[in-house]
C-alpha cells in the first residue's frame, strides 16, 4: 500500500510505493523491470522467476521507494491473493507483436477490478503495451489497447524494453503518482 511512516521525531520517512507487473509469459515484464531498475535491457531472463525488487527513486521532487513485484504466473491469475493485497499500483503488461499476449490481459484486469472493494477507491492500473521495437510485426493496435485500457479505467501507454530508459521510467514513475492521488 502506498504510504509515509512517521518516524519518532516528526519526521517522515520516504512513502512507498508497491508496484505488481502482470501479464503473461514472454510479454516482456522481467525486461520492463530489469530496465527500471538498471538502465539496461536484458535479453534472455528465465521464465519462471519471480522477484521483489526495490528502488529510491524521486517523483516530482518527492523521494520514494519503489518495489516492483516481477510475478511469473505460468498459467494466468492464478494464486494472485500473493499481489492482489499488497500492490499500490498495478502494471498489466503485452507485446504488441504477439496477440496472444493482449488477449491473455483480460483475466488480469478482470481480478485486479473485482479485487478493490467498493468502498475503497481501486488502485490504479496501467495497461502497457511493450515491444514497439516491433512495430513491423505489430498484431495488436495502439487503439485497441486505449479501448482495452478504458474499459477498465486504466491509463495506458507503449513502450520497448530494448529502447529508451527515459519511456520505461516514466510507465513506473506514473504509477507512483497515481498511487499518491489516491
Ligand atoms: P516475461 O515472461 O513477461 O518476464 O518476459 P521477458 O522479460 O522474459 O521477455 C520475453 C522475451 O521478449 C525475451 O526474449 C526478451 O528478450 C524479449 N523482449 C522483452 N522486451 C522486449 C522489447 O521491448 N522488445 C523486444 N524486441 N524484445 C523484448
Ligand atoms: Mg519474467
Redesign the pocket.
Known amino acids: 500500500m502506498f504510504g509515509r511512516a512517521r518516524t519518532g521525531g516528526g519526521l517522515s520517512a520516504p512513502a512507498e510505493c508497491n508496484v505488481a507487473v502482470l ?1 503473461t ?8 523491470t530489469v530496465k527500471f531498475l538498471t538502465k539496461r535491457f536484458i ?3 528465465h ?1 519462471d522467476l519471480e522477484d521483489t525488487y526495490s528502488s529510491e527513486e524521486t517523483v516530482d521532487q518527492q523521494p520514494v521507494i519503489v518495489r516492483v513485484m ?1 510475478t ?1 504466473d505460468q498459467d494466468g491469475p492464478v494464486g494472485c491473493e500473493r499481489y492482489l493485497g499488497w500492490a499500490s499500483a498495478f502494471l498489466v ?1 503485452y507485446s504488441i507483436a504477439e496477440r496472444h499476449t493482449f488477449d491473455g490481459c483480460q483475466p488480469y484486469l478482470e481480478v485486479v477490478t473485482l479485487h478493490s472493494r467498493p468502498e475503497t477507491p481501486q488502485p490504479p492500473l496501467i495497461l502497457l503495451g ?2 514497439v ?2 512495430e513491423r510485426y505489430r498484431q495488436v493496435s495502439r487503439c485497441e489497447g486505449v479501448a482495452l485500457a478504458s474499459r477498465y479505467g486504466g491509463l495506458f501507454f507503449e513502450v ?3 529502447r529508451d530508459f527515459l519511456p520505461v521510467q516514466q510507465v513506473f514513475h506514473e504509477a507512483v503518482r497515481e498511487a499518491r492521488r489516491e
Not at 509469459?25 to 520492463?32: F, H, I
Open positions: 501479464g509469459t514472454g510479454s516482456g515484464k522481467s525486461a520492463l535479453t534472455e531472463y521464465p516481477d511469473a503488461v511493450n515491444k521495437d516491433m520497448s524494453a530494448c
